[in-house]
């Protein structure tokens, strides 16, 4: 006797369009998820256990479009699918939720205070971040978490997150040569994690150094009448 699978009824994430075709209206709402996900991709390098989507559409019912948040975090979910990658996050396929959703406000909001908040929230997203780089005297960065069904906003940057084992906060730096605030993944002594330009400057400065070192010790030698090359 066949057994049903209601499943199978469904549409899998090849054939659901991959976003809902509303081009940005400020470039940050692709950098700065952009920089999370290379900053995680450096955090766990040998973690396949996490992925990381970007402008892209996450399915929860068949009859209904998509959500697209400006980023989102899942963890306990394959890191990559194949070489294709994934054309969207479908629910019924991940049987994941993502646990942080990030929404950039631009100059237009989009409900990211209001009818986005409540969906995330009836959907159960554990961790809802906005970042408005409009604001002046209200707080840019606001991070909630789900708390019997409701969102409760944490104080605090960087803010720290158990579930996900990282903090998120926002500072200035430089990014893609761009100097300006961004934001960051966080340690739990609240050290921010180096972009991969800061990482390859660091990685040369101490190259430097070491070399440095290598001749202040060759001088010594010299100084003292031995010669270096000898000793190799």
Known sequence: MLEYNPLA?????????????????NELQDLIPGL??????????????????????IYYDPDLPA???????????ERFYDENLRPSYVLWEEKKLPLFILEVVSKTYRGE???????YARLGILYYV?????RRRKPRLEVYKLVNNVYELHDGNPVWL???GLGIGIERGTYLGIPREWMYWYNQQGQRFLTPEED????????????????????RLRSLGVDPDSLT
Request: hydrophobic letters at 40%; one cysteine or more.
């Open 113 to 119: 205070y209001s009818t986005k908040k409540a969906e």
């Open 162 to 164: 158990p579930e996900i």
């Open 130 to 134: 906005v970042y408005n780089p409009f």
């Open 36 to 57: 999370l996900k290379a900053l995680l991709a450096m955090a766990w390098p040998e973690r396949m256990d996490w992925f990381f989507g970007v402008d892209m559409g």
């Open 200 to 219: 390859k400057k660091l990685a040369q400065q101490e190259a430097q150094q070491a070399q440095q070192e290598v001749q202040v010790l060759r001088e």
């Open 67 to 77: 959500i697209v948040p400006d980023g989102f975090l899942s963890l306990g979910v």
């Open 9 to 25: 009824c469904l549409p899998s994430s090849e054939e659901l369009p991959d976003s809902d075709d509303t081009p940005v209206d």
